[in-house]
């Protein structure tokens, strides 16, 4: 049986080490998990999806994977898993599983045999290459980590393709028994239970076999000081030769055949370092390939109504029958209500400005992620250099403090040590700040972030247009998103004032409101709506 209940679908994000901590270690885990997800179905979300969980030596928290089958000790058990996805399932929630298909971990056992000689079984199952005449790297390839993607292997004589540490080696997916072998890490969870993966870096799952240098690029700098590590020469390089390979959509297509032998099963694919909008659409507009995309689009541009505009307008131009899902937070960008707040129009209520910004992400045409604490309103911490544990941090301080910010524990309860996380000091610190919007004290006040998502995600399940619905933008007033949304039964006129102050917007034709979304009422006179300072307004025709 096949369904689409993807479409629209609000995914819940969950970083397993700052989630909730069940056995005293300073370190979330699996059984922590299950003891929260009455509060995430309580929520009113879809899906969740957990960040790896799986054997890793954490050089990167778990996007280093040294044996995909099992469960890291620091997390629990694979029974924990199993009683993980049963509690999920009982509850009415999707499990997504974070899969990282692009690299191993150095530690895995299929790269310390590839790395012994040039002769052993699995000597072409990762990226090679000869050094050039001078002993230098192959090309000028470099890492998003810093310095060459090129690591030096003594025994070898050769180099090994590293797109993120050198501690990740690139799988090769021109060989067909790594694909055997991945499909099969793949088929090994499906038959676990899990309803989909969401594909880390997919477009950096081949590479260029003539391995041709990338060429220069010189990007905007209103651009780039939006990446995070914007200073990294990493952005100096258009990526041509190590992203989005033609080989990547092959593979896409015969990992959709292998998941469509699975009943109502789900792929993702993660769209960075690219032209997002338009390869997101390559990669699902067929149907043969992802269900849907998730980019990084609302993750570095600015929160203006022109930019925002034109993300819409381009993605709506493009995506045609392909599905894309909005995310503005996740574990490594910095959190939205922050990255919000370099617009001065969008200073002074924050609490306002994150429940308008939940508002607008689950109104757009798509499904949405919504990351774990990003329902709380919570802000990007700051980390003290010595507390840091993000590898990318530590290489660029200070110009660059790392993805440690959005990684902190939730914060479940303000009077509790360590915000009810853990009984133990945990990984990361807790923010004083974070303490003060803990789940608990928010549950408790009508006002808060919490009870307006909630509100919002239960209003918004009445209106089938909000969620599978067409979208068409609305010329509007400078400072106010609009847009309709469009069923076969219903139109909504949805209205966002990404500002600080009231903002006044004629109205195109005859609407009378939509109420019990949370928000408070707009004032209305004859022929324009007046929504109060990060307002949001809905309406159908009258």
Not at 226 to 248: E, I, K, M, S
Request: include cysteine.
């Amino acid at each position: 049986m096949k369904s689409e209940w993807w479409r629209g679908a609000i995914i819940y994000q969950i970083y397993p080490r700052s989630f909730c901590d069940s056995n005293a270690d300073g370190t979330g885990d699996l059984v922590g998990i299950i003891q929260k997800l009455d509060y995430v179905s309580q929520l009113g979300v879809d899906a969740i999806w957990i960040s790896p969980f799986f054997k890793s030596p954490m050089r990167d928290f778990g996007y280093d994977v040294g044996d995909y089958r099992m469960v890291d000790p620091i997390f629990g058990t694979n029974s924990d898993f199993n009683s993980l996805i049963l509690a999920a399932h009982d509850r009415g929630l999707k499990v997504i599983i974070d899969m990282v298909m692009g690299h191993t971990s150095d530690q895995h056992l299929w790269f310390q045999e590839s790395r012994q000689n040039l002769m052993n079984a699995k000597a072409d199952w990762y990226v090679w290459a000869e050094p050039k005449a001078d002993g230098t790297p192959p090309n000028n390839w470099l890492s998003i980590f810093g310095g060459s993607a090129w690591q030096w292997e003594a025994r070898r004589k050769q180099y090994y393709l590293h797109h993120y540490l050198r501690s990740q080696p690139n799988l090769n997916w021109h060989n067909q028994e790594v694909v055997d072998a991945m499909f099969g890490e793949v088929r090994f969870w499906l038959d676990a239970g899990v309803d989909g993966f969401r594909l880390d870096a997919i477009t950096t799952l081949t590479h260029d076999p003539e391995l041709r240098d990338n060429p220069p690029w010189n990007p905007n700098p209103s651009y780039t000081k939006l990446l995070p590590g914007a200073d990294n020469p990493f952005y100096w390089q258009q990526l041509v030769y190590t992203r989005d390979q033609a080989r990547t959509l092959e593979l896409l297509r015969e990992l959709r055949a292998l998941i469509n032998q699975y009943d109502d099963r789900y792929l993702i694919g993660e769209v960075a370092d690219v032209e997002m909008i338009s390869v997101s659409a390559k990669y699902t507009r067929t149907g043969e390939h992802l269900h849907s995309c998730y980019n990084f689009e609302l993750m570095q541009r600015p929160f203006t109504v022109a930019s925002l505009s034109e993300v819409i307008a381009k993605t709506e131009a493009v995506l045609l029958g392909g599905w894309t899902t909005w995310a503005m937070s996740n574990h490594d960008n910095q959190r939205v209500v922050t990255r919000a707040e370099r617009i001065s129009e969008l200073r002074g209520n924050r609490r306002a400005l994150a429940k308008l910004l939940l508002a607008a992400l689950l109104s757009f045409r798509g499904g949405a992620c919504v990351y774990q604490g990003e329902e709380l309103g919570l802000a990007e911490a700051e980390v003290a250099f010595e507390d840091l544990q993000d590898p990318f941090g530590i290489e660029f301080w200070p110009e660059f403090k790392g993805r440690d910010g959005c990684r902190t524990p939730m914060p479940w309860s303000s009077g509790l040590p360590y915000g009810g996380f853990s009984v133990a000091k945990p990984w990361l610190p807790i923010p004083l700040e974070h303490l003060a919007l803990a789940v608990e004290d928010q549950e408790k006040d009508p006002s808060s972030v919490l009870v307006m998502f909630k509100s919002f995600v239960s209003w918004r399940r009445q209106h089938a247009a909000l969620i599978t619905g067409d979208l068409a933008l609305v010329q509007a007033n400078e400072s106010i998103l609009a847009f309709e949304r469009r069923g076969e039964e219903e139109r909504i006129l949805c209205l966002f004032n990404l500002s600080n102050q009231e903002a006044r917007q004629s109205l195109p034709g005859s609407w009378r409101p939509l109420d019990g979304h949370g928000f408070a009422p707009a004032r209305i006179d004859q022929d324009a709506v007046f929504l109060p300072p990060f307002g949001v307004w809905f309406a159908v025709p009258a």
